[in-house]
Nanobody
Framework: QVQLVESGGGLVQAGGSLRLSCAASGSTFRINAMGWYHQAPGKQRELVATITRGGSADYVDSVKGRFTISRDNSKNTVYLQMNTLKPEDTAVYYC????????????WGQGTQVTVSA
């Protein structure tokens, strides 16, 4: 199996930056695309950004130009650099990985809280 552990969340003022990390362990050879989701209180979990094994990234419109997803396959780690943070970015951020052998199979981290104050 694959285990994902996020870190880097915290409290920041609007306009500030945070960098999230997600380290994968276990059967990491099973990992295909990775991504970040967020879930605000009372809302559904939503996709923020994804990145393929080859490094191709995609973003939801609301974070384009502000967030950057990257990955280091040698370290089995994916990052989310978040700049120009807004109060509406406040949420729990979850790391996600898709299984290369079964696209329907996904792995999730435990989540890390990001709070942006006005």
């Amino acid at each position: 199996q694959v285990q994902l552990v996020e870190s880097g969340g915290g409290l920041v003022q609007a306009g500030g930056s945070l960098r999230l990390s997600c380290a994968a362990s276990g059967s990491t050879f099973r990992i295909n695309a990775m991504g970040w989701y967020h879930q605000a209180p009372g809302k559904q979990r939503e996709l923020v950004a994804t990145i393929t094994r080859g490094g191709s990234a995609d973003y939801v419109d609301s974070v384009k130009g502000r967030f950057t997803i990257s990955r280091d396959n040698s370290k089995n780690t994916v990052y989310l650099q978040m700049n120009t943070l807004k109060p509406e970015d406040t949420a729990v951020y979850y790391c996600n990985a898709r299984d290369i052998y079964s696209g329907a199979r996904q792995y999730w981290g435990q989540g890390t809280q990001v709070t942006v104050s006005a």
